[in-house]
């Protein structure tokens, strides 16, 4: 559920991200990440802004997160390995990734897309499968859990 403002609040949050990946059975990988950003909310869409935590040897990920009216969820990802994917349950969509030797399209069907949002945080589940040529399906769950930022950070 997406509750509707009629004006822009903008609010600095504390954010959790769990990713999770299966192939065939097995487990591929789990990654818990902890950051800050900001909220805007607004009356066409919640939106999330935050920089990826990374090590000393990476370049910073910028990511955009946009829940939209329509209930759509589009992630954008700035930095090392840039992407631009859609989020739409029960459809696909195809994206465009940069391979070290070639370009290659990946699609993402959407599975389920669950969302509980309010003006100061909430929470979005996404489940999807990647597919992609001469690859295995990977199913990939990732949980957001946004939260206002404690005034003792």
């Not at 504390?14 to 909220?39: A, K, P, W, Y």
């Not at 209930?71 to 631009?84: M, N, Q």
């Not at 929470?123 to 206002?148: G, R």
Request: hydrophobic content about 35%; overall charge neutral.
């Amino acid at each position: 559920t997406y509750r509707k403002v009629h004006m822009d609040l903008n609010n600095k949050v504390s954010i959790d991200i769990l990713t999770e990946q299966r192939s065939g059975g097995r487990s591929l990988l789990r990654i818990v990440q902890q950051t800050e950003g900001d909220l805007t909310v607004n009356d066409d869409a919640w939106l999330l802004t935050y920089t990826e935590p990374n090590d000393s040897r990476t370049t910073p990920t910028s990511a955009r997160l946009s829940v939209n009216r329509d209930g759509t969820v589009s992630l954008e990802r700035a930095g090392t390995d840039p992407i631009s994917l859609l989020f739409e349950e029960g459809k696909q969509h195809i994206s465009r990734i940069e391979m070290p030797d070639r370009m290659m399209d990946v699609g993402f069907l959407t599975n389920k897309l669950k969302l509980k949002l309010a003006d100061n945080g909430g929470k979005i589940s996404l489940k999807y499968t990647v597919t992609a040529q001469d690859l295995v399906p990977v199913s990939t769950t990732m949980n957001f859990t946004v939260s206002p930022k404690s005034a003792l950070c």
